[in-house]
């Protein structure tokens, strides 16, 4: 299995924008995650799903960010407008549920919002 | 909310010599606890998960302890090597699935 694969790895955009980032994870695993990471506030997780259903969106910042599982082998996050303070790390994790054991992270798309 | 603290410094060893990383929380209650190796640039990878009710693992030079009424967990690497340089996360969860993450430490390892 090629892991968790998250595109695109880098993108710059500017403030206003549209953003869309996409993840792939394992395949046969149930639950998805999106992180996003900075050096302030470290890893925080925004939103996971299991079985593609939303469970917990608490942490998503505001209604600016919003995200989609269509099904078991894709999610997207979608920023939009975007704002410099949007600039992060995501990333995308994905696991079977097996309290934590197999839990995957991609490699991270890094958002730059001039 | 949960607060998960870390060693608020970088920690530099010799190599050869044990490192011990910690991870303090509060205002929390968590049934799971994992800890991951970040390097530069890539995503977390998986080390190590405890259970509340084990007190240690082990796996290879790395072992971890749980205290539940410490609220602490201590992550230790035996016989380091300059290859173990990265940043060290810790992670607690109450359910097993979604999982809160401290701001981790850097270790470096000095030949």
């Known amino acids: 299995d090629a892991g968790v694969i998250q595109s695109p790895r880098h993108e710059v955009t500017e403030m206003g924008q549209e953003v869309t980032l996409r993840c792939k994870p394992i395949s046969g695993h149930d639950y998805l995650f999106w992180y996003r990471q900075t050096m302030m506030r470290g890893l925080e997780l925004l939103i996971y799903f299991n079985n593609n259903v939303p469970i917990d969106d608490s942490g998503m910042p505001e209604d600016r960010f919003s995200a989609k599982m269509p099904n078991a082998s894709f999610s997207t996050l979608k920023i939009q407008p975007s704002e410099p303070r949007d600039s992060a790390v995501y990333f995308c994790?994905?696991?079977?549920?097996?309290?934590?054991?197999?839990?995957?992270f991609g490699s991270g798309t890094r958002l730059t919002v001039v | 909310s949960q607060k998960i603290e870390q060693n608020s410094e970088a920690l530099n060893i010799q190599e050869g010599k044990t490192a011990t990383l910690t991870c303090n929380y509060t205002n929390y209650s968590p049934a799971y606890l994992q800890w991951y190796r970040q390097d530069p640039g890539r995503g977390p990878v998986f080390l190590l998960l405890i259970r509340e009710n084990e007190k240690e693992k082990r796996k290879e030079r790395l072992k971890v302890t749980f205290d539940t009424t410490l609220k602490q967990s201590l992550f230790h690497i035996t016989a380091s090597q300059p290859a173990d340089s990265a940043t060290y996360l810790c992670?607690?969860?109450?359910?097993?699935?979604?999982?809160?993450f401290g701001t981790g430490t850097s270790l470096t390892v000095i030949p």
């Open positions: 994790a994905s696991s079977l549920g097996r309290q934590g054991q197999d839990y995957t």
């Open positions: 992670a607690l969860s109450n359910t097993g699935n979604q999982f809160y």
